[in-house]
């Protein structure tokens, strides 16, 4: 599903792009595997495989039904599945991750990566978020949070020995000390956290000690890693996870931003997996340079099929991409009603909504354009770029007529519409970053949306100000998801194409 091309010795970065923060990596011989934090959407906890590191596929969500992840119907966005851990120990996958919206800590297994995935083990002697899992020679299992605590855990029943203990404290001064992840590397254990927050202090630091549960010395290059108060395109960068390469050389999975504009930077796409080299000099590991322009490792790359960029709902199940607020109703979003197109069914109101019907994808490019065969003969609903509730452009069609509508924070307003002939209509969205900062306040980019006639042409009702629709104004952990909907009765959707329009 990467988006990754090749020019020459390197290799675009981030490797995942789009909304998909607090990697977790493990390896298992010839594989690689990535699960990502999902928060409000189901299904939830996004995993990726891959050979090279570089090209990944998503192979399923490994919370994909509702007994593993029943979310609140008012659950706030940002809420839900925060940062999961993988790891392989013992011939299975073990997953950890926090439901902050419902039963704390939660641990999942399988021994397919692609599912299925266990129903939860509940974790209630682990408090806070962050949970990682190492396990050492004598099999003790250590549940590791953020803060940073530390507890022996039973991963098979959840059982807790012990309260949680303090283990390190992170930099003094620092905020946040989170995203602990323990490795026995060599003579020692290691201890690596992001602190400083999710946002633009963001950074990854280190401690070692000689056994699982310390004592821990941190490192005296600490952080090890961060792009705070730096003109680098990436920024936020934090939250890693280490992993060797196929040759044995040290790589780390993390997050971060891409903001564009003027001041002080708008990122749009949510927090995106990133790989970057790490070298060991005094048992210590060194970062090398995160750049989006990654010099090709030296193993062969292993280049898939790219995504097709028409999706065209003739099969009876959506691939894992599509996701939806809260749950998805088979009843309420189906390609069985009416052969070859999906049917979404109003279940809510508008996308102002918590628990509306909406199926979409993560906007993973910077400039790119959306266009889907929508039929809204039976309903009202239609193509949108949604960042939460609070903050969404509707391209909505009901009977003889489409409409815009920007959804800004308490604004909500109908900014252009049209009558549209009777049948199917295309409707469009165009996303354009921005490529000239005129002014310290230029937004991100620009988002067109309007109808395409019969022969192909463009008729835009509207441009808007992409900014309205970043983190930085509506807050949160999440990136934009462009996707269908229906506000009242059905809506029917023939095809989605998705099409990549980065330079
Ligand atoms: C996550 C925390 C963080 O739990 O943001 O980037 C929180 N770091 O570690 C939500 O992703």
Redesign the pocket.
């Known amino acids: 599903m990467s988006s990754v091309s090749e020019t020459g010795n390197s290799v675009n970065n981030p490797v995942i792009p789009g909304f998909h923060?607090?990697p977790s990596v493990c390896r298992v011989g010839a594989d690689y595997y990535v699960a990502c934090?999902s928060f409000e959407y189901f299904p939830g906890v996004p995993v990726f495989h891959s050979r090279d590191l570089v090209h990944w596929t998503q192979i399923g969500n490994a919370l994909d039904r509702p007994s593993q992840l029943d979310l609140p119907r008012d659950s706030p966005s940002s809420g839900g599945i925060?940062?999961p851990t993988l790891r392989h120990h013992d011939g299975r996958f073990w997953l950890i991750v926090?439901n902050v919206s419902g039963d704390g800590n939660l641990l999942f297994s399988a021994t397919d990566p692609a599912g299925p995935w266990s129903d939860p083990v509940r974790l209630p002697g682990v408090p806070g978020?962050?949970p990682d899992l190492a396990w050492d020679d004598e099999g003790n299992c250590w549940c590791t949070v953020?803060g940073v605590g530390q507890v022996r855990i039973d991963p098979h029943t959840g059982e807790t020995f012990g309260p949680p203990r303090r283990i390190w404290s992170g930099t003094p001064g620092a905020k946040a000390p989170?995203?602990p992840h323990l490795y026995r590397i060599g003579e020692y254990w290691y201890l690596l956290i992001?602190e400083g927050g999710?946002e633009r202090c963001?950074g990854v630091s280190i401690a070692r000690g000689p056994s699982p549960t310390g004592p821990f010395e941190p490192c005296p290059d600490n952080p090890i890693l961060s792009h705070r108060g730096t003109e680098h395109p990436i920024q936020n960068t934090?939250?890693g996870d280490l992993v060797q390469g196929p040759d044995g050389s040290w790589w780390m999975v993390l997050?971060g931003v891409r903001p564009r504009g003027g001041t002080p930077g708008w990122h749009v796409l949510g927090?995106e997996t990133f790989l970057a080299p790490v070298d060991w000099v005094d048992g210590w590991p060194v970062v090398g340079e995160l750049a989006t322009d990654l010099p090709a490792p030296p193993w062969p790359l292993q280049p898939h099929a790219p995504v097709p960029r028409r999706e065209d709902f003739d099969l009876g199940e959506l691939a894992p991409r599509w996701i939806s607020p809260r749950r998805r109703l088979p009843e309420d979003c189906t390609t069985k009603e009416r052969p070859g197109w999906l049917t979404l069914r109003a279940r809510g109101g508008s996308l102002d909504d918590a628990d509306v019907t909406f199926v979409g994808r993560r906007q993973q490019h910077l400039s790119c354009r959306v266009r889907a065969l929508a039929d809204a003969a039976e309903g009202r609903g239609g193509l949108a770029v949604r960042l939460d509730e609070q903050h969404h452009y509707d391209l909505e069609m009901s009977s003889g007529e489409v409409r815009v509508r920007a959804r800004i924070g308490p604004l909500s307003t109908v900014v252009a519409s049209r009558p549209t002939p009777p049948g199917p209509v295309v409707l469009r969205i165009e996303v354009a970053a921005v490529r000239a900062v005129r002014d310290a306040r230029t937004g991100p980019d620009t988002i067109s949306l309007g109808i395409e006639e019969p022969d192909g042409t463009f008729v835009e009702l509207a441009s808007l100000d992409g900014r309205y629709l970043s983190t930085e104004v509506a807050g949160g952990?999440t990136g934009r998801v462009v996707g269908m909907y229906a506000a009242s009765g059905s809506v029917h959707f023939d095809w989605l194409d998705y099409e990549p329009r980065d330079d």
């Open positions: 923060p607090d934090s925060y940062a926090t978020i962050d953020a989170e995203a992001a999710t963001h934090g939250h997050l927090r952990f």
